[in-house]
């Protein structure tokens, strides 16, 4: 089945990894395909920064994301620009304490900033957080994979910070099944 | 061997006009290369575009005669993929200095190993004698008819400034000081710039009244004024003539360098 | 033997021109190519190679064409601006007849235009953009894989016809990651040696020279100047130039047929889309949406030179649908040898094609 993701939040918030690893885990270690694209450019950095990725069980021909069925937001920007107008059998996994407005599709709210502040005492994995919450809501890859593509793009010596983040993210996601 | 040997037998005569400089300035580089003793299989002449860049074209090396002011870039290439390799490139003030400025100025920076000559003849010949980036303030050209209004490189102050190991600056007129600033080029790792103040009857000295050339030589050497006397006249602040042409080693240095053979 | 990785397209070009022997590489940071010089800085010490930053593009492909004739493998990588600054010296490497490969992820334009935008404007450029009569050869990636690939067989065919090749290819295929199949080993080919007591320029029945590498004794005088087969200037002989110049295009333009690389999808079509790089993707999707429509697709992988007999396989097509990110310049050359309408389906601005924007173009022309 073909599954389209659109990730986006601010600058820096590593927006840009998170697609990345998720469309690692898919490829390398679900052995499944994915494609993963990005806006470029100097809107990327200040602005609102874009990611999408494209996961399918068969070889991928049309690699971009028109109109996605998950969608991964960690800001308010991010929300106006390209959270506003999803789909409404959509799922949206949205920064709670960053993301003001609500979809009208459905949505589950993931403290991923919060409890990257006040759990892991590193504000900078929140998308790894987040990234948790997704593979553990939605199954879009496995608990593995992810796992793995997460240790293969972090920096060395921040692993056990990353995989901590990670299964932080897994608690959200399986609360919000709940 | 003699420095006849370097030129290709078969390519003779050359296009140069009478009188110019060119060829004696290739056979003074000629005769530094056989001194040095450097072998002519494992050495590249490079050029661009104009009268001095036909040089290479005679010499009996392998020969790159490329686009016009890229000469640098093209031998940087070659030196950094084949540092065994000797390379020499020949050039011309228009080819360097107006078109090729910005390679100048990085082959500098970048001190790349190779030795760099550039007959400055103050015009462009081979397009029949334009102004060109040296030509001195009020100097005649087919683009400067009244007079140049632009105030002229030095070339010798940008190579120091820019970074190469070895700079110097001579004219035509002097052979031996010539050839020896070039085998002190050869020698010296990095990058060597040799300025040679180039005479060129046909389209400089018709225009600005050093037609023959005797009268060319004769202005090289009454013009001409060696580093150690000029620094002394301003060390002492005493005046220096405004056509001076001072000639010498400006720089000799062992500054990191690239593409030197291991 | 492959070995299965998640890989960006402009790392794959260069992973690819690593495999097919590239030992040089000589660049300049332009968007969206950066990607490619920047793996090579990385990459290219550790194998013995030399990476090079120079000061502009036109410096980066002199470099290139310099270390080329030491006998390296060498490339560049660029976009929009810094390939219109090459065309120049790309006129010389034509001429001189040195082998190498120049990467153009290509961008919006004309001028600075969309620096982070995908296009496919430079398709004519790459083709006729230097001064004078001349061929090249350019290949057009739709993939990851096809970044690798085809970097690959661009060495290959510049070896060969010692010739520039070209990758051309778009922002969206060089900036994307996606699953990619690496070779353990990739075919090579090698330039043809010199022949010692043959002239330098004195090209065999393939009307190709063996190359005189720099360093090995043979005295080759190179230049941009119309030469004889000795390398020697001869610059005012009608027939010596006339003679050179139907040799450098022949070589590579009358091995069209033999070299032609494309993909033909259902021959009996009456509605052919004809397409490379990017939008090759939304016809391949629009192609599986709709199997039994039976949409004839002729997908380039080498565009130039022009593979004319191709069209030939389509013998019931009734028009020629040519989706392009330019205003139709691919549609242009078709249009020459075709006598059925050409619809270029033209889309400026960076984005690709959507299979729904192909499907309403598709049902328009089949409904003609």
Redesign the interface.
């Known amino acids: 089945m073909r599954r389209e993701l659109r990730l986006s939040g601010f600058g820096g918030q590593g927006i840009m990894l998170a697609a990345?690893v998720l469309?690692?885990a898919a490829?390398?270690y679900d052995?499944t395909?994915?494609?993963?694209?990005?806006?470029?450019?100097p809107e990327a950095r200040g602005g609102a920064s874009m990611a999408a990725v494209v996961i399918d069980d068969n070889p991928?021909?049309?690699?971009?994301v028109?109109d996605p069925d998950l969608l991964v937001i960690m800001s308010q920007e991010g929300f106006e620009k390209y959270g506003a107008n999803a789909r409404p059998d959509a799922l949206m996994l949205l920064d709670r304490g960053l993301v003001h407005s609500r979809p009208d599709c459905a949505y589950i709210e993931v403290p991923a900033t919060d409890d990257a502040r006040s759990v892991l005492k590193k504000v900078i994995v929140a998308n790894i957080v987040m990234l948790g919450a997704l593979v553990a809501a939605t199954g879009v890859v496995s608990r593995e994979a992810i796992e793995r593509a997460v240790l293969d793009q972090v920096p060395k010596g921040t692993e056990d910070l990353n995989l901590r983040a990670l299964r932080q993210g897994y608690v959200r996601g399986e609360e919000a099944r709940r | 061997m003699t420095f006849t040997d370097w030129l290709r037998a078969d390519r003779l005569p050359h296009i140069w006009c009478s009188g110019c400089s060119n060829g004696t300035i290739l056979n003074c580089t000629l005769a530094a290369v056989e001194a040095e003793g450097w072998d002519r299989d494992r050495t590249v002449f490079v050029s661009g575009i104009g009268c001095s860049s036909r040089a290479p074209g005679y010499v009996a090396t392998d020969s790159l005669h490329t686009t016009h002011g890229r000469a640098l870039a093209f031998a940087t290439g070659v030196k950094l993929a084949e540092p065994s390799l000797n390379v020499v490139v020949f050039t011309g003030d228009g080819d360097l200095a107006a078109i090729g400025g910005n390679h100048f100025i990085h082959a500098c920076r970048r001190n790349v190993d190779m030795t760099v000559v550039c007959m400055n003849n103050l015009i462009y010949g081979m397009t029949g004698g334009q102004g060109s980036p040296t030509t001195p303030l009020g100097a005649l050209s087919t683009t400067t008819p009244y007079g140049a209004s632009e105030p002229a490189f030095d070339l010798v102050a940008l190579a120091v400034a820019a970074g190469a190991n070895h700079v110097a600056r001579w004219t035509a007129y002097h052979v031996k000081e010539l050839e020896k600033a070039v085998k002190t080029g050869l020698e010296t790792p990095g990058l060597s710039f040799i300025e040679v103040r180039a005479g060129c009857p046909t389209n400089y000295g018709r225009k600005n009244r050093i037609r023959e050339v005797t009268d060319m030589a004769d202005h090289f050497r009454t013009r001409s004024m060696l580093k150690t006397k000029y620094d002394r006249l301003v060390a002492e602040g005493k005046p220096v003539p405004a056509d001076a042409i001072v000639v010498g080693e400006f720089v000799r240095r062992a500054n990191p360098a690239m593409g030197v053979a291991p | 033997m492959t070995r299965i990785e998640f890989m960006q397209g402009n790392a794959a070009s260069a992973e690819g021109a690593l495999a097919a022997g590239c030992r040089f590489f000589g660049g300049y940071p332009i968007t969206p190519s950066t990607e490619v010089a920047e793996l090579m800085a990385r990459k290219m010490p550790k194998l013995g190679g030399v990476f090079v930053q120079m000061e502009d593009e036109i410096a980066s492909i002199a470099a290139v064409i310099g270390a080329a004739w030491t006998g390296k493998k060498a490339m560049t990588a660029t976009s929009g601006p810094g390939f219109s600054l090459m065309l120049e010296n790309i006129g010389f490497a034509i001429m001189t007849e040195t082998p190498l490969v120049i990467v153009n992820v290509q961008r919006g334009g004309p001028s600075t235009g969309q620096p982070t935008m995908s296009a496919q404007g430079d398709m004519l450029q790459c083709r006729f953009g230097s001064h004078g009569d001349m061929a090249i050869l350019a290949l057009a990636p739709d993939s990851v894989q096809e970044m690798y690939d085809l970097t690959v067989k661009a060495f290959n065919l510049a070896e060969r016809f010692r010739c520039p090749a070209f990758l051309m290819a778009d922002e969206i295929i060089g900036h994307m990651r996606e699953r990619i199949d690496v070779p353990d080993r990739v075919e090579v080919v090698d330039r043809k040696p010199f022949v010692p007591g043959r002239l330098p320029f004195e090209a065999d029945d393939d009307r190709v020279p063996g190359f005189p590498t720099f360093g090995q004794g043979h005295h080759t005088h190179v230049t941009g100047l119309t030469h004889d087969a000795r390398g020697y200037p001869v610059t005012t002989d009608p027939a010596m130039h006339d003679a050179l110049v139907r040799r450098l295009v022949g070589k590579v333009e009358d091995a069209r047929r033999e070299i032609a690389d494309y993909r033909v999808t259902n021959p009996d079509a009456e509605v052919v889309f004809i397409c490379y790089g990017a939008p090759a993707r939304t016809v391949r999707q629009l192609v599986a949406d709709r199997p039994d429509d039976g949409i004839g697709v002729l997908r380039l992988r080498l565009v130039w030179p022009f593979p004319e007999h191709a069209l030939a396989e389509f013998p019931n097509a009734r028009a020629f649908v040519v989706p392009e990110q330019n205003l139709g310049q691919i549609a242009r050359e078709v249009e020459r040898h075709v006598r059925v309408p050409v619809i270029p389906v033209s889309k400026l601005g960076g984005e690709l094609h959507t299979p729904d924007e192909l499907a309403r173009v598709y049902e328009e022309v089949r409904a003609r």
């Not at chain 1, 395909?33 to 450019?41: D, K, L, P, S």
């Not at chain 1, 991928?60 to 971009?64: D, N, R, S, T, W």
Request: aromatic share 14%; glycine share 10%; no cysteine.
């Open positions: 990345v469309g690692r490829v390398m052995h395909y994915a494609v993963q694209t990005q806006v470029y450019g991928i021909l049309y690699p971009k028109t």
